[in-house]
Nanobody
């Protein structure tokens, strides 16, 4: 079983930066795509950014040019560097990962970390 532990959330002023981290631990054969989602109060969870095992990335239009997703495969960790933060980026950010457990492909979510951007 795989667990994801997120860190790095907090309170920041508009225009500031934060870096989120998500470390995977447990038993798996390979870690495939990893992603960050966010969910604001009263809204649906939305994809923020995704990175494949080979390093390919994709971003939501709302964060392109401001956020950067990266990963360290040796540490099974994915990062989200968030720059030029806006109040509308305020959300709970969730880490997501797809992995191969040997017999099947599975998906796991982190517990979420709160990012609050003040105006």
């Amino acid at each position: 079983q795989v667990q994801l532990v997120e860190s790095g959330g907090g309170l920041v002023q508009a225009g500031g930066s934060l870096r989120l981290s998500c470390a995977a631990s447990g038993s798996f054969v390979s870690m495939n795509a990893m992603a960050w989602y966010r969910q604001a109060p009263g809204k649906q969870r939305e994809l923020v950014a995704v990175i494949t095992s080979g390093g390919g990335t994709n971003y939501a239009d709302s964060v392109k040019g401001r956020f950067t997703i990266s990963r360290d495969n040796a540490k099974n960790t994915v990062y989200l560097q968030m720059n030029s933060l806006k109040p509308e980026d305020t959300s709970v950010y969730y880490c997501n990962a797809h992995y191969y457990a040997g017999l099947r492909y599975l998906e796991v979510w982190g517990q979420g970390t709160l990012v609050t951007v003040s105006s």
